[in-house]
């Protein structure tokens, strides 16, 4: 085609689950259904440099990670090329330079496989719209959340904003387990402009990828209870969105944080990724929720770092008791103040 080199940039954010992913089937397909809030503060942004080759026969790109050359993130790229390449038939015909980096630190324990991975599937897209410029953008969005997902499943929810759902529901009109769309309801008040203020409590290497943690689901013995419960969970959820009834909201979001966990304490092997100073934040929360009244709750993702959630109404107490009582079980002090974010941007 007509298009030799160029030059692109996205800004893809994370996301983190309230109903959660853990159990996959063959092609990246999840074995329930899953909902996030897109975050704003933690965010990959990655540039895609392309220019036209004559040998067609494989792939050819380099990966630059905060600006040094980086040989680690190839191999997962490698794959996630043999993936889409059905789908994005361009993609042996260039040269690819990936520029990437985060607005978090590398090795804070927070997944960048889901900013990442979207990112660079919306880069992506922005070549296939060069080259088909008619593509409308739900088309474009719908097919960046499938790519992405063939990436890494969660990094299909990172694409638009504020509440993604992933995996078909009998009650979201549109859920497909293909890509994520938007939550297609009315939201009320309350969950506007939620607040997650992620507490680092272990910056270390994951002691469980997320690939065998899915893999542990296949023998796993309470795998199918768990995976209605999450389909339940999603059913109570939307009612919850509506009514904006954070007690109830908070009972989902904590319930299957905890679930989450206990899916990885029951299997075979078995594994604790929380923390002593993990279980310390949990306590601390819900002895000032007792005593305050006020809706802060937390959630976690596959490791020892807690994610402390409240609404905007209550976000100047929630902060202060966050400062004064929760950061001292931080590694070095460490956490990051985020909030629930709209979706990618091209740069
Ligand atoms: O996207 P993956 O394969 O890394 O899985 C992520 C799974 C959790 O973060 C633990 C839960 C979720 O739904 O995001």
Same mark, same amino acid.
């Given at each position: ?26 092609? !990246? ?22 220019? +036209? ?16 050359? /980086? ?21 042996? #015909? ?16 927070? #997944? ?26 739900? @088309? ?53 402009? @939620? ?11 994951? !002691? ?6 899915? /893999? ?6 309470? #795998?199918?209870?768990?995976?209605? !419960? ?44 929380? +923390? ?38 209550? #976000? ?18 460490? @956490? ?12």
């Amino acid at each position: 085609s007509h298009l030799e080199s160029g030059k692109i940039t996205w800004s893809a954010p994370s996301n983190i689950a309230l109903v959660k992913y853990w159990g996959k089937k063959e092609h !990246q397909i999840p074995e329930n259904p899953s909902i996030s809030f897109t975050l704003d503060a933690c965010k990959t942004i990655t540039s895609l440099s392309y220019s +036209k080759k004559e040998n067609t026969s494989g792939f050819s790109f380099d990966v630059i990670f905060e600006g040094e050359k /980086n040989l680690d993130f190839k191999p997962k790229i490698e794959t996630f090329f043999k993936r889409i390449e059905k789908y994005l038939p361009f993609l042996k #015909a260039y040269h690819f330079t990936i520029e990437t980096s985060n607005t978090f630190p590398h090795s804070s324990g927070i #997944a960048s496989s889901a900013s990442g991975m979207s990112a660079l599937a919306l880069c992506l897209m922005s070549i296939e719209k060069e080259l088909q410029p008619e593509i409308s953008e739900t @088309y474009f969005n719908q097919k960046a959340s499938f790519l992405a997902r063939l990436g890494s499943g969660s990094a299909c929810r990172s694409i638009e904003g504020d509440l993604i759902v992933w995996g078909e529901h009998s009650e979201i009109a549109g859920s497909s387990d293909l890509f994520g769309i938007k939550y297609p309801y009315e939201v009320h008040e309350n969950f506007k402009k @939620y607040h997650d203020t992620i507490l680092l409590v272990d910056k270390g290497e994951k !002691q469980v990828s997320s690939t065998v943690g899915h /893999n542990l689901m296949y023998q796993h013995p309470f #795998a199918k209870q768990r995976f209605l !419960q999450a389909e339940e969970n999603i059913t109570k959820l939307k009612e919850v969105l509506k009514t904006g009834d954070l007690k109830q909201f908070i009972e989902i979001v904590e319930s299957e944080a905890l679930t989450l966990h206990a899916m990885m304490m029951t299997s075979m092997p078995y594994f604790i990724l929380m +923390k002593p100073n993990t279980l310390k934040i949990i306590h601390a929360i819900w002895e000032f929720r007792k005593n305050t009244g006020l809706h802060i709750s937390f959630t976690l993702d596959a490791g020892a770092n807690v994610h402390v959630l409240y609404p905007e109404a209550e #976000a100047e107490k929630c902060m202060e008791f966050i400062k004064n009582e929760l950061v001292v079980y931080c590694q070095n002090g460490h @956490y990051i103040c985020d909030r629930i974010g709209f979706g990618a941007k091209l740069m």
